[in-house]
């Protein structure tokens, strides 16, 4: 079974240019997440999606971040513009929920993410 | 609100060593609890997890036991090897509040040999 693809893997950005990441989950998983992880820190949800539906927002600095999950499947995260603070490791995750919304027991699968430095 | 605190690192040890990395929580609600390894140049993935109280979890000789009394989740191994050597993050996430996972800092492991 395919695991969660991610690209690109690195990417190095100067301030106030844009960027995106690409997330392809595994099949049939309907529940797809966002995380940063900042160095030394754990990672930190910034977007849920169930299928094209966004679950939670409420940690996505959305006056510079926006997310899509067209179609339920792909999705991508988009920073316009960056700031150096920006810098982290964007992972994707995604689960095949028994609830709408997702379970808290739910195993969650993790791509291995796009390391993003902002100069 | 809902936090995990995990034990400072690095944690260095010698192989065939005991292992244990603290992690205790705080929650709302009643979570469920996870530990997740990062290995060098890869991507997260999930050790063990126990989702009521008094549960082990274990996997790869590693385990854990949900102690709802002291609100904790350490991770032991019995003789820890190289290939051992990773990044690990204990985690919950807590009923209705839509699965999304929150993570202690991480706790690196190197293990010489």
């Known amino acids: 079974e395919a695991g969660v693809a991610q690209s690109p893997r690195y990417k190095i950005i100067e301030k106030r240019q844009s960027v995106a990441f690409w997330c392809n989950p595994i099949?049939?998983?309907?529940?797809l997440y966002w995380y940063q992880q900042i160095l030394g820190q754990g990672p930190k949800l910034l977007i849920q999606f169930q299928n094209n539906g966004v679950v939670d927002d409420s940690q996505l600095p959305k006056d510079r971040f926006s997310a899509e999950r067209l179609k339920g499947v792909d999705s991508t995260l988009k920073i316009q513009p960056a700031k150096l603070e920006d810098s982290a490791v964007y992972l994707c995750?995604?689960?095949?929920?028994?609830?709408?919304?997702?379970?808290?027991?739910?195993?969650?699968?993790f791509g291995p993410g796009t390391r993003l430095l902002v100069l | 609100g809902d936090s995990v605190t995990q034990m400072e690192g690095p944690v260095t040890l010698s192989e065939e060593a005991f292992l244990t990395i603290n992690c205790t929580y705080t929650a709302t609600g009643y979570p469920s609890l996870f530990w997740y390894v990062q290995y060098p140049g890869e991507g997260l993935q999930l050790l063990l997890k126990a989702t009521k109280a008094d549960d082990k979890g274990s996997n790869k000789g590693f385990e854990a036991t949900y102690r709802k009394e002291t609100t904790s989740f350490h991770l032991e191994k019995g003789s820890v090897q190289v290939s051992d050597s990773a990044v690990y993050f204990c985690a919950l996430s807590v009923a209705g509040n839509t699965g999304k996972l929150i993570f202690g800092q991480g706790t690196t492991l190197q293990v010489k040999p």
């Open positions: 099949s049939g998983h309907a529940t």
């Open positions: 995750a995604s689960s095949f929920p028994r609830v709408s919304g997702g379970t808290p027991g739910e195993t969650q699968y």
